[in-house]
């Protein structure tokens, strides 16, 4: 049993590592080859082939090719192309944008599914050791993280950041994970399953639940949440290297350690993550989707307020600390509220809906105006103070979009049924299980 655990240890942390080496690094490479106007496009990107494409990969692997060899097929292509791009980007002083962003689009469009696939790889696995996969999954899952963690700190200590090289990092750890996939356990296809229409195989019946007005709202506000959720992970970089053009922070170390500094955000949600069962059963759902909201207002907050010197390098970190609730207890508490608020018909099809409102729609929507918020505050002026003043003016900006989403969340959505149905869940979850290792 430890066995399968270590394993799927590993194939978590390498899967996240491959995501981990470029996602938040990824603008400080754009800004520095004359694309910082795109990288709200490399970044919005993620979410559009998200709505379509781990749909079609997973009705693949349910019928017709074992999860594992779908999950390494799939690191075979979007590794192949993302070491394309990194090639390409290594071998001209400025990318064209067009080549580029084709050779890294379809990189992600095969990466996207995986996380969806090494999902079932685990949960199959775990369930063919005879092990519970509530109890055992989250101790496992941890290890995303931490590889997510580790290949930003490589990406960032090899100075890789600044360079197409991350992506070079980014493929190999793909090619690492396509070999590594065929060594899991088998997941059975079923072939002679009848076929799905395309509302099913989508994911679409779940849009049945707009017609409850409570699910509804909550759909909703989640979009609206949803877009927050890559601002940072496009933006912070180059943001607290534009530093570097003011005399009185050049040398600090948050400058030039700008990964590092951010690394700081995947070191909190391993611990976020574990603490939620028990503000989800001490606070209910509205009070913890809350907390995140707000958390979301203090990153973005702390963003504008703080610089990489002593004391304001002490904000950047506060930031980094509340990204763990902003972004877990949005998440994850979001995800277990729709489980236990669906028709177990439904649920998987719903929990695809959330992701598609969050991830898909909400994101791509907020890095795309991200982008053009920051283009007139930022990018249009020229680099030193003035850029600082446009990136303080735009952090500003989000916390207070965050803040009216907070405010509007807690006077609209009053769902009684929530606290019963999310409280009997955790139970059912044995959260003293799940910070078991």
Request: with cysteine; aromatic share 14%; charged share 10%.
């Amino acid at each position: 049993m430890k066995s399968i655990k270590m394993r799927l240890a590993a194939m978590y942390f390498l899967e996240f590592a491959v995501w981990g080496a470029y996602l938040t690094s990824l603008g400080a490479y754009l800004s520095k080859v004359g694309l910082s106007g795109n990288i709200g496009w490399f970044y919005a990107v993620q979410g559009i082939v998200s709505l379509c494409m781990p749909a079609l990969i997973g009705i693949i692997a349910d019928r017709w090719i074992p999860a594992q060899k779908m999950l390494s097929l799939c690191h075979l292509v979007a590794g192949g192309f993302m070491v394309s791009a990194g090639l390409y980007g290594l071998s001209v002083d400025e990318p064209d944008f067009a080549t580029l962003f084709f050779l890294y689009t379809v990189s992600v469009a095969f990466f996207m599914p995986t996380i969806g696939l090494s999902n079932s790889v685990g949960y199959t696995a775990l369930r063919k050791a005879g092990l519970d996969t509530v109890k055992n999954f989250p101790p496992i899952r941890i290890w995303g993280t931490v590889g997510f963690i580790i290949a930003m700190l490589f990406v960032n200590f090899t100075g890789y950041q600044n360079t197409s090289a991350q992506m070079v990092v980014s493929g190999i750890l793909s090619g690492v994970l396509m070999i590594y996939a065929l060594t899991m356990p088998n997941c059975p296809t079923n072939r002679d399953a009848a076929p799905k229409s395309v509302i099913d195989a989508l994911g679409l019946r779940a849009f049945t639940l707009f017609k409850d007005p409570q699910m509804a709202i909550f759909f909703i506000f989640s979009m609206l949440l949803g877009v927050a959720l890559q601002i940072t992970n496009g933006f912070a970089n180059p943001f607290i290297q534009a530093f570097g053009s003011i005399d009185i922070y050049k040398g600090a170390w948050g400058v030039d350690n700008a990964n590092a500094l951010i690394s700081l955000s995947q070191i909190s949600e391993t611990f976020c993550i574990l603490l939620i069962p028990f503000f989800m059963k001490r606070y209910g759902i509205k009070t913890v989707m809350l907390m995140a909201m707000f958390a979301w207002v203090l990153r973005f907050g702390l963003f504008g307020l703080g610089n990489p010197n002593m004391p304001g390098v002490l904000l950047f970190i506060l930031s980094m600390i509340v990204y763990g609730i902003a972004f877990d207890f949005f998440n994850v508490s979001g995800s277990l509220y729709v489980d236990s608020r669906t028709d177990k018909n439904i649920r998987s099809s719903a929990q695809g809906l959330f992701m598609m409102m969050t991830n898909g729609v909400g994101a791509t929507i907020g890095t795309l105006a991200a982008q053009a918020i920051i283009d007139h505050y930022v990018f249009s002026k020229p680099a030193g103070l003035e850029q600082i003043k446009g990136w303080e003016t735009s952090w500003f900006i989000f916390a207070g979009y965050a803040f009216v989403v907070a405010i509007l969340f807690m006077l609209i959505f009053h769902d009684n049924k929530a606290g019963k149905a999310v409280s009997a869940s955790v139970d059912e979850a044995d959260p003293e299980g799940m910070v078991e290792v």
